[in-house]
């Protein structure tokens, strides 16, 4: 009778979370400082949306499927092609393709993204409270920037050019508090897990 034998294997793939989190959060604070009125719109915020905020965020969603995990998938894939169709938004309609979208039609587009962030924020209450914080603000700077479409009112949009900056930087926060406190082997930037 043959002896039995058993193989253990185990997930050596990196954790692709800081790469989309930091993408999305650099990406999203870059934006947001040209809706505040800091800085103007230009090639390099738009640059950002195709080549970081979009492509990185892709093959950060692309990896986490690898690693199993259907929140981060969902969750990077998505803003990654958000920040490519933003993109395109702004850079079809100047390149002649197609009308600018109306004012409704933009309403509507952050409408549905700020519906389906919430629906992934309901599901940070399993991960960590640096994510409910990212995914919170997310939510509530779509609603704040449908808003200011809908109204014309540039001191929504404006407001929402601030609050768009915090949350970008928590994203940032919570990409960093991942790396570091792999790198130490121990919480160094704490980012609230869940118990």
């Known amino acids: ?40 719109m230009s090639p390099m915020i738009l640059s950002m949306g195709i080549f970081y905020g979009g492509t990185a965020q892709v093959i950060a969603g692309i990896i986490e499927a690898k690693k199993n995990n259907t929140f981060g998938l969902t969750a990077f894939t998505s803003y990654g092609f958000f920040w490519l169709t933003l993109v395109g938004l702004i850079v079809m309609p100047k390149l002649g393709w197609f009308p600018a979208p109306t004012k409704a039609s933009m309403v509507a587009f952050l409408v549905m993204w700020g519906i389906f962030t919430f629906l992934l924020f309901l599901g940070t209450f399993k991960i960590n409270r640096a994510l409910q914080f990212v995914f919170a603000s997310l939510t509530i700077l779509f609603f704040l920037l449908a808003a200011g479409d809908a109204t014309g009112n540039e001191s929504i949009s404006k407001f929402a050019g601030y609050e768009g900056i915090i949350c970008g930087a928590s994203a940032i926060y919570t ?11 121990r919480v160094v930037w704490p980012i609230g897990p869940v118990a």
């Not at 009778?1 to 990406?27: C, D, Q, R, W, Y």
């Not at 990409?175 to 406190?181: R, T």
């Open 1 to 40: 009778m043959s002896e039995t034998t058993f193989v253990s294997l185990k997930e050596n793939t990196a954790n692709p979370a800081p790469l989309g989190l930091l993408a999305f959060g650099m990406t999203t604070v870059l934006l947001n400082l040209h809706n505040a009125g800091f800085i103007e």
């Open 175 to 185: 990409g960093v508090a991942q790396v570091l406190n792999e790198l130490h082997g």
